[in-house]
């Protein structure tokens, strides 16, 4: 995708991609990754009730990723996301050249620059080309956690239906595949990180070519200290091949990666497949979802700022009352002085 030549990359400046589904782990690989010597952007998000430990991506990559999503006629949980469908020439390369500039303030020079956004695994062809475009390489890093426990996590965050959570997974770790396919790339089991991060790790920092510093006692207690028991909810439980529709496409998703996270190197064929089925979906129901998606993502976004002015407002409204507050009570103290003066007199 990317327009003329991209420079060389850059020796020793390797750009680690955290690819995967929302609720899958992305966050918790991140801030791993971060500990053991990763660069995170300057500014990310900070945590709330869904994620109290943090999300660690970069909110203004995330607003910019939501912005191209709607301009596709797409949204982030939009089951039929992937493949990835550019814009016109002309538009695609301002789309990028945005991204390039984005990429650049959030992480500057730095040699290990870490970023995450699930949104960037549905677009990785925008964010590779933008990264080729700064002269630095890509590896990927991509989380797999069960697809129910996944859907679990929706279902309590955003009231999602099970059928649509995994379809929405399945295309998401079809893009991550499909987009890392043929560079440096390592598979990370969920549960496997919480039960033995420095196993996972190792093997990871061997994938993608040894590109972390030595881990010190101090870095050590840091990533035991940050992988708590609370990362491990919303289990799975059911049978995942029964759900209707979706359940079938993400059990042989899933299957596929697990073996991955195994260290085997199973037939990306079988991922091919299975994008087809979503494909053949697509045709058949498209049209019907991807727009309502689309509309409702913007609503979404429409509301949010409607509360964070109405926030804004109401910040600056009881400051005002406050100040008043303040002048009353020194013109109250001042009034009592002049009472005082007089009556001295």
């Known amino acids: 995708m990317t327009d003329g030549v991209s420079a060389a990359p850059a020796p020793g400046r390797t750009a680690v991609l955290v690819l995967g589904m929302h609720r899958s782990g992305t966050s ?48 982030w ?17 301002r789309w990028i050249t945005r991204a390039t500039d984005l990429f650049e303030e959030e992480f500057g020079s730095v040699s290990r620059p870490l970023m995450k956004d699930p949104r960037v695994t549905v677009l990785a062809p925008l964010w590779l080309t933008a990264i080729a475009d700064l002269g630095l390489e890509a590896c990927a890093a991509i989380p797999v956690r069960h697809p129910l426990e996944v859907a679990g996590s929706l279902a309590k965050r955003n009231g999602f239906p099970l059928e649509k959570s995994l379809l929405v997974w399945s295309a998401y770790m079809l893009a991550a595949e499909r987009h890392s396919r043929g560079r440096r790339r390592a598979f990370v089991a969920y549960d ?47 049978d995942l091949a029964g759900v209707p529709l979706a359940g079938p496409l993400a059990a042989q998703v899933h299957g596929w990666m697990m073996e991955a996270c195994a260290g085997a190197a199973p037939d990306p064929g079988l991922l091919d ?29 429409e509301l949010l700022e409607t509360r964070q002015l109405a926030a804004y407002e109401q910040t600056r409204l009881t400051e005002a009352i406050e100040r008043a507050a303040r002048l009353e009570s020194a013109e109250a103290q001042l009034n009592a002085a002049l009472d005082d003066l007089l009556g001295e007199a």
């Open 273 to 301: 497949e299975a994008a087809a089925k979503l494909a053949d979906l697509k045709s058949s129901v498209g049209c019907l979802v991807s727009p309502v998606t689309s509309d409702l993502d913007l609503a979404r976004y």
């Open 28 to 75: 918790a690989l991140t801030q791993v990754l971060a500990l053991a010597g990763c660069d995170l952007p300057q500014n990310v998000m900070p945590g709330d009730e869904h994620n109290a430990k943090g999300y660690f991506e970069p909110w203004r990559i995330a607003m910019f990723n939501d912005q191209r999503l709607r301009a596709g006629r797409s949204a």
């Open 192 to 238: 496997a990180l919480l039960s033995d991060w420095r196993a996972e790790l190792d093997r990871v920092d061997a994938e993608l070519g040894r590109f972390l510093p030595e881990r010190s006692a101090r870095i050590e207690t840091a990533i035991d200290s940050f992988l708590t028991r609370e990362l491990r909810h919303n289990q799975a439980d059911g």
């Open 77 to 93: 949980d939009d089951p039929f996301v992937h493949p990835y469908a550019p814009l016109p020439p002309r538009e695609e390369r």
